[in-house]
T-cell receptor, first 112, second 116 residues
Framework: GQQLNQSPQSMFIQEGEDVSMNCTSS?????WLWYKQDPGEGPVLLIALYKAGELTSNGRLTAQFGITRKDSFLNISASIPSDVGIYFCAGLAWAGSYQLTFGKGTKLSVIP | SAVISQKPSRDICQRGTSLTIQCQVD?????MFWYRQQPGQSLTLIAT?????????ESGFVIDKFPISRPNLTFSTLTVSNMSPEDSSIYLC?????????????FGPGTRLLVL
């Protein structure tokens, strides 16, 4: 099956620092999605990317869909304590229906 | 985006029993999915809940263990049958929203299950 390699697995950063995380795959995806999951909650969609090379921002978040359709990165600028959580990348590809494959997540800790 | 609710939000169950989880969406959606998230892990697709027909299960998941109902376009249930401690997980439903050339999945808040 398709697999996503997400890195880093965890990060400890100082408040105010910028953060970058990425996902790579050997497979091509139609769509890349980035989610954030807080403890005890379901994943919340942050950014959706639909076109190769697309660069999209949502507030302090910026994500790009790789030109080869096999990778994506998410940047968070000027981190704040509420950015703490687990960030998941997910690739959406057609397999009879649209199948969503998740990365293993990046656990972000922000030190005030 | 669709608003998704799940019941119960959490439960503690005895091994050997079964639990049915409900997922309600505030709008009609074609595609609904059930995922499992084991402690500290990522999300794994259990099955696609098909309206009017049997669910489509992923490798490693079977209907006898995880029966699914989808009576209409806004509601689905997942039953975790004959539970064991290994079934302790977060169970999440999601819905797909499609537009012209774009597809996105949104998730419910999850049901946290602890099996003793």
């Amino acid at each position: 099956g398709q697999q996503l390699n997400q890195s880093p697995q965890s990060m400890f950063i100082q408040e105010g620092e910028d953060v970058s995380m990425n996902c790579t795959s050997s497979s091509i995806f139609n769509t890349w999605l980035w989610y954030k999951q807080d403890p005890g909650e379901g994943p919340v969609l942050l950014i959706a990317l639909y076109k190769a090379g697309e660069l999209t921002s949502n507030g302090r978040l910026t994500a790009q869909f790789g030109i080869t359709r096999k990778d994506s990165f998410l940047n968070i600028s000027a981190s704040i304590p509420s950015d703490v959580g687990i960030y998941f990348c997910a690739g959406l590809a057609w397999a009879g229906s649209y199948q969503l494959t998740f990365g293993k997540g990046t656990k972000l800790s922000v030190i005030p | 985006s669709a608003v998704i609710s799940q019941k119960p939000s959490r439960d503690i169950c005895q091994r050997g029993t079964s639990l049915t989880i409900q997922c309600q969406v505030d709008s009609q959606v074609t595609m609904m999915f059930w995922y499992r998230q084991q402690p500290g892990q990522s999300l794994t697709l259990i099955a696609t809940a098909n309206q009017g027909s049997e669910a489509t299960y992923e490798s490693g998941f079977v209907i006898d263990k995880f029966p699914i109902s989808r009576p209409n376009l806004t509601f689905s249930t997942l039953t975790v049958s004959n539970m064991s401690p290994e079934d302790s997980s977060i169970y999440l439903c999601s819905v797909e929203e499609s537009g012209t050339g774009v597809e996105t999945q949104y998730f419910g808040p999850g049901t946290r299950l602890l099996v003793l």
